[in-house]
């Protein structure tokens, strides 16, 4: 057997191949965790920011939503910003974790309660 090169054409780019970049390694605690739970869960179930009424997130009334997260911001001992940035973060947090989830109808609902709420407390 003769051992040629294979000749390219002129003209032809050469190819690069570039190696997989190597992925970061996590721990197997973290593994484990992250399978069933996720980190937004947490934040929802024990945030320090609010207190929150069950199912609030779940009305189809924007008042009632509004209502619920201005009372449960007030009467909060575990907030640590003022009662209207704490109720308002908590409702974007909700709106941006469920992403497109989110049905068009809910997504205006919420963004509704926004509105509301910024009534409620005067801003």
């Not at 032809?12 to 996720?38: D, L, M």
């Not at 869960?41 to 189809?60: I, M, R, W």
């Not at 009372?71 to 909060?76: I, M, T, W």
Request: hydrophobic letters at 30%; zero cysteines; proline letters at 3%.
């Amino acid at each position: 057997m003769s051992s040629k090169k294979a000749v390219k054409p002129e003209g032809e780019a050469k190819r690069v191949s570039r190696a997989e970049p190597q992925q970061r390694k996590r721990g197997g605690a973290a593994n484990a965790r992250r399978s069933t739970r996720k980190w937004s869960g947490d934040v929802t179930e024990k945030s320090n920011a609010l207190d929150l009424q069950k199912g609030v997130f779940t009305s189809d009334s924007p008042e009632k939503i509004a209502k619920s997260l201005k009372h449960s911001a007030e009467v909060s001992h575990r907030r640590k910003a003022d009662p209207f940035r704490s109720a308002l973060s908590m409702l974007t947090f909700y709106i941006n974790r469920a992403g497109k989830n989110l049905s068009a109808g809910r997504r205006r609902t919420l963004m509704a309660a926004k509105d509301q709420l910024r009534r409620l407390f005067g801003h």
